[in-house]
């Protein structure tokens, strides 16, 4: 490669890099990366793990997590809750931010059971909340307005109908689901961490 054809071709990377570097500069959220909705989070009532009924109305204005396991869970549910727990301490006492845990099995997870679950896992369960409910409810909320479930999956009869994902959702304060992770992913985390903080941001500007 000639010397002239180094030069132009190092000149127009300089040039590049200098309009993003201006635009960055003088253009207010030029760099903001935007997330675009997937869903939106439709009504709800549950029961949290202290007997009280949460709804949709209680996340109202709040940037949140939702997953799905079961207490009883011998399987990846403890993996994900550990996962889960490098978000809850990176984002722990921070104003608008919340998890949500439901289970996946209400017939066997009653809030009691759910309160003693939270216990164990030693949390603020103002800022990590675990819910169960009605199982059709829950499902439907899983698979319809979350989207971490197929809704193909869903049986004629309730009873043979079961739950089981690894997926979470990140939903912004205005209640749009924006992005699906996998919990048993670090990299997928990591990349949910660093979306919270840019929401965040974004809510504090508003």
């Known amino acids: 490669m000639s010397k002239k054809a180094i030069f132009y071709i190092a000149f127009f990377v300089f040039l590049s890099i200098a309009f993003y570097l201006t635009a960055v500069y003088f253009i207010p959220g030029f760099n903001d990366r935007k997330l675009e909705p997937i869903s939106k989070v439709g009504k709800f009532t549950f029961t949290d793990q ?16 939702a997953e799905y396991f079961y207490t009883t869970c011998p399987g990846i549910c403890p993996m994900m809750n550990d996962n889960m727990k490098q978000v809850y301490k990176k984002y722990k006492g ?13 017939e066997n997870d009653s809030a009691a059971q759910l309160k003693h679950y939270a216990d164990s896992m030693k949390v603020d369960t103002h800022q990590w909340v675990f819910l169960t409910g009605r199982k059709d409810s829950l499902y439907k909320m899983a698979r319809l307005s979350y989207t971490i479930d197929d809704p ?21 304060r205005k209640g749009n689901v924006l992005k699906i992770y996998d ?13 919270i903080a840019d929401e965040l941001k974004d809510a504090s500007k508003n």
């Open 50 to 65: 202290d007997g009280k009924p949460f709804s949709n109305k209680d996340v109202e204005g709040k940037i949140y997590v």
């Open 94 to 106: 921070t104003p608008g931010f919340l998890i949500l845990s439901h289970t996946c099995d209400p």
């Open 183 to 195: 919990g048993l992913k670090q990299k997928e985390i990591n990349r949910l961490i660093a979306d």
């Open 152 to 172: 193909k999956n869903y049986f004629n009869s309730d009873e043979d109908d079961f739950l089981h994902t690894q997926f979470w959702a990140l939903v912004d």
